[in-house]
Each structure stands twice: as structure tokens, then as C-alpha cells.
Nanobody, 119 residues
Framework: QVQLVESGGGLVQAGGSLRLSCAAS????????MGWYRQAPGKQRELVAT???????NYADSVKGRFTISRDTYKVTVYLQMNSLKPEDTAVYYC?????????????WGQGTQVTVSS
């Protein structure tokens, strides 16, 4: 099993920056793709950015040029650097990871971290 622990959320003014972190721990052979999703009140959860085990990235159009996803050397921690934040970025941000374990591949979600951008 894998545990995902997120940190870095908070309140920031429009135009500001935040950096989210998500660390994977537990029993697994490897962490494959990782990503960040967000869910605003009354809306469905949506993809923000993903990164493969080889470092290939994918971004939602709404965050391209403002957000950067990256992983650490050991590939068990994923970061989301968020710059030029807008009020519409306000949401609960969830970390997602795909792991390879004894029983096969399994997908996990973090508990979520609140990001609030004031205008």
C-alpha cells in the first residue's frame, strides 16, 4: 500500500505563488505516474498536471505557463509550483499516484490540500 501526504496549501493573494508537495511512502516497487488534480466547490475534479516516471509532463490549458510539475530524484515526491495565481485557482488540490506493488498496479489519492487565492 501507498500513503500520499500533501503539504503546501494555504491562502495567497492573486498574483502570488505557492508550492505544493506530495510524498509517497509505504510498500511498493515503484511509483509510476504522479499528478495533481483539483476540485472547486460545486465543480467536478479536474486534472491540473501530470508527470510520468520518465519526466514527461502534461498540463491543463488553464495552468500552462503558470504552474510547473516536477519530481524528486528518487521519484517518490511530486511538486507543483504555482505562480501568478488567480482567484479561479481556488480549490482543494489532490495528489494522485500510480504504483507498482506485489499485487499489481494500484492508483492512490492524497487527502487534499486547500488552496485559496484572494482577489
Amino acid at each position: 500500500q501507498v500513503q500520499l501526504v500533501e503539504s503546501g496549501g494555504g491562502l495567497v493573494q492573486a498574483g502570488g505563488s505557492l508550492r505544493l508537495s506530495c510524498a509517497a511512502s509505504g510498500s511498493f516497487f515503484s511509483i509510476n505516474g504522479m499528478g495533481w488534480y483539483r476540485q472547486a466547490p460545486g465543480k467536478q475534479r479536474e486534472l491540473v498536471a501530470t508527470i510520468s516516471s520518465r519526466g514527461r509532463t502534461n498540463y491543463a490549458d488553464s495552468v500552462k505557463g503558470r504552474f510547473t510539475i516536477s519530481r524528486d530524484t528518487y521519484k517518490v515526491t511530486v511538486y507543483l509550483q504555482m505562480n501568478s495565481l488567480k482567484p479561479e485557482d481556488t480549490a482543494v488540490y489532490y495528489c494522485n499516484a500510480d504504483s507498482s506493488e506485489v499485487g499489481g498496479r494500484t492508483n492512490y489519492w492524497g487527502q487534499g490540500t486547500q488552496v485559496t487565492v484572494s482577489s
